[in-house]
């Protein structure tokens, strides 16, 4: 969907969001420590040590985004409950987790829009990446069902947070000049080699015969 002006931009909204900002540090931070310990499974011997039940950095990224979307749900004003959220209170947490962007997004008057690697700095807007908010969608969607949430439910699923997503994607890759798209990987050519091109090796026999004339 192409974007008009800058006030179209669907990032462009006030927040509703009244709370600190440790919300959103838990989303955008990066890290990458290991949370949970091991634990044994029963009906080990003594001299057997028990399996790791490590989580993966998904399962603890995941974890994280769904505690980080619980918090401000109850900071909310007015507080909502879990039960109450719907596909608009997506798109408001989306929103507000833009103030804590890295990604500069150049606006459609500023004179780099759609360069790559502009050559000057300018006073476009930081923003959240559509990768890391199309990435954070599918994380919570996934914990919402989860903790027993039905899937035909899912606000993380609802259509207006699909479109959302869609035109923040095509205005970032107009803005940056960048392209999204997924690259179609070319099967790789088989090459045929047939016996008779296939250089045999010398039998043993011969070899020894050729060393043999050479000595004579």
């Known amino acids: ?35 949970g310990t091991a634990t044994p499974t029963s009906g080990t011997t003594s001299g057997t040590p028990p399996p790791s039940t490590t989580p993966s950095r998904y399962e ?20 909502l409950s879990l039960s109450m959220c719907s596909g608009a ?7 507000y987790l833009d103030q804590f962007g890295k990604t500069k997004v150049h ?24 990768g890391s908010l199309d990435a954070l969608i599918g994380r ?15 606000p993380f699923g609802a259509r207006a947070v699909r479109i959302y997503l869609r035109e923040v994607r095509d205005f970032q890759a107009k803005a940056r000049g960048v392209s999204y798209e997924k690259k179609r990987k070319r099967p790789k050519q088989k090459v045929a080699v047939s016996s008779a091109q296939a250089p045999a090796p010398p039998p043993a026999i011969f070899a020894d015969v050729t060393t043999a004339n050479s000595t004579i």
């Not at 209170?89 to 929103?95: I, N």
């Not at 919570?140 to 439910?153: D, I, N």
């Open 89 to 95: 209170h997506v798109l408001e947490f989306l929103r």
């Open 107 to 130: 606006n459609q008057t500023c004179p780099f829009f759609g360069l790559p690697n502009p050559p000057a700095p300018c006073p476009c807007p930081l923003r959240q990446a559509w």
């Open 1 to 35: 969907m192409d974007l008009v002006s800058a006030q179209s931009h669907p990032n462009n909204y006030p927040s509703p969001m009244v709370g600190s900002n440790s919300i959103a540090s838990t989303i955008v931070s990066n890290n990458n420590s290991i949370m």
């Open 140 to 154: 919570l969607r996934a914990a919402y069902e989860e903790h027993g949430g039905r899937p035909e439910g899912n």
């Open 60 to 79: 603890n990224q995941k974890r994280r985004d769904w505690n980080t979307f619980c918090q401000y749900l109850r900071n909310h004003r007015p507080p």
